[in-house]
């Protein structure tokens, strides 16, 4: 099936009756190549560029509910790279470029809206910060601007500017950033996949892996029975630890729960995604009106797809700081994704130490910007079995090397990245 | 979810920090770098009932060790700390 204005021409005379399901729901065979877990926006990508870029079309991608279930279907849409740091700058900027042509490499409308995305400052000294990154991404060739007051007035005019505590100062804008349709680009990899070959298999859940005399991976065992595997790829993040304690290893992730808002539908307001920065808030408004955001983790590991009230409470009072006329919006609906929260905040995409098991983790509350490139390195992984030169900094030693990536400069302490 | 501390009682749980899982205990000073780097880094990451600590900031200001379950978020038991960090800087 190719998505075209003929196909909607033809559809359309047919009163919309006659369109086919996008991709094939397979049965599972007796062994693949290679076997991704998990099938979602990551799960769904790795599978694409193994079969379009590598030539490695004997794929199945394993999903123990439906495809984008988890944390692909739960995310506030963000795409973005504007990042400060070796290893994060050149491998979110891939990301973007990926986004940026995505819809002409699935043939697939996943909606992607580049309509800026600022974070605001609120004091001389995160000025300066975010003069350094915006520099960092100039440097390497990613686009950003620094708005003084009077630019930031313009464009959003409904900010709350005379806010005693924390006045907007200015903000740092990245125009190439925005959203795209979470749920298009699950659907949109699983289209592109499946017409290459890859079988996507739902309500087959991973419950133990299969081990030769030396300790290798050979398949999986699944709720539909034992699956044949040359290499077992793992794209579960939320559920990293437990997937991967099933071939008896412990990684450096803990599972959190982050929190995700929808207001009912206003009249255009916002003109991109804005945060703010003197709290942990970033909104987005949907392209039927409804204002989509969030801010922190709840804190305490969970396992559970749902928060509780004091983030909430929290995040609301940075929304209202910003913009207090949104006091009057009624929160439509609330939901909880769980978070594999690594040690440093920056995710993992390696071999692991078991022979044959292959992990894409840790990708703590930033990994739907990341879905297209890490699809591509995880491919390259798996395909090569060297890293990817855009993922070469993402290896699981690193904490033991000491050569973490760490953003926010927290440390060891994943609840508060 | 609310915490019932043993000092306090019942209370809400924007009165309280968490720190994490209770059972990694801090390596001897001679352990070796493998040690500290467990310790540090890798967890169990539990799926089920943990052992964790929790600190009343909002209340009487004592660690607790609280035992709760990461799949539900049900809390079965609260004790005070005592003496944990003490013990896990080797006092």
Known sequence: MKYSIFSLARAALSGHKNWQRTWRDATPKDRYDVVIIGGGGHGLATAWFLASEFGIKNVAVLEKGWIGSGNAGRNTTIIRSNYGLPGNTGFYELSMKLWERMEQDLNYNTMVSQRGVINLYHSDAQRDAYA?????????????????????????????????????????????????????????????????????????????????????????????????????????????????????????????????????????????????????????????????????????????????????????????????????????????????????????????????????????????????????????????????????????????????????????????? | MRIVCPFCGERELGEFTYLGDAKPARPAADAGEDAVFDYVYLRDNVAGAMSEHWYHGGGCRAWLKVTRNTLTHEISAVEPAAGVGAAKVGA
């Open chain 1, 132 to 417: 350094r990154r915006g520099n960092t991404m100039r440097i390497n060739g990613i686009d950003a601007e620094l708005l003084d007051l009077a630019a930031v007035r313009k464009m959003m005019p409904f900010l709350n500017f005379d806010n005693a505590r924390f006045p907007v100062q200015g903000g740092l804008l990245q125009r190439r950033g925005g959203t795209a349709r979470h749920d298009a680009v699950v659907w949109g990899y699983a289209h592109a996949a499946s017409a290459l070959g890859v079988d996507i298999i739902q309500n087959c859940e991973v419950t133990g892996f299969t081990r030769d005399a030396n300790g290798k991976v050979t398949g999986v065992e699944t709720s539909r029975g034992r699956i044949g595997a040359g290499k077992v790829g793992m794209a579960v993040a939320g559920s990293s630890s437990r997937v991967a304690a099933m071939a008896g290893l412990r990684l450096p992730i803990e599972s959190h729960v982050l929190q995700a808002f929808v207001s009912e539908a206003i009249k255009p307001l916002l003109p991109g995604v804005m945060t703010f920065g003197a709290g942990h808030f970033y909104v987005s408004q949907s392209d039927k009106g409804g204002l989509v955001f969030g801010g922190d983790i709840d804190g305490y590991n969970s396992y559970a797809q749902r928060g509780n009230l004091p983030v909430m409470e929290d995040v609301c009072e940075g929304g209202m700081a910003l913009m207090p006329m949104i006091g009057r919006v009624r929160l439509l609906r609330q939901w909880g994704g769980i978070m594999d929260m690594s040690m440093d905040g920056s995710p993992i995409i390696d071999k692991s130490s078991v022979d044959g098991l292959y992990l894409n983790a840790g990708w703590c509350y930033g990994g739907f910007k990341a879905t297209p490139g890490s699809g591509l390195v995880f491919a390259h992984l798996l395909a090569r079995d060297t890293p990817h030169k855009e993922a070469e900094k993402f290896r699981l030693d690193r904490f033991q090397r000491g050569a973490m990536i760490d953003e926010k400069g927290q440390g060891a302490q994943p609840n508060l990245h």
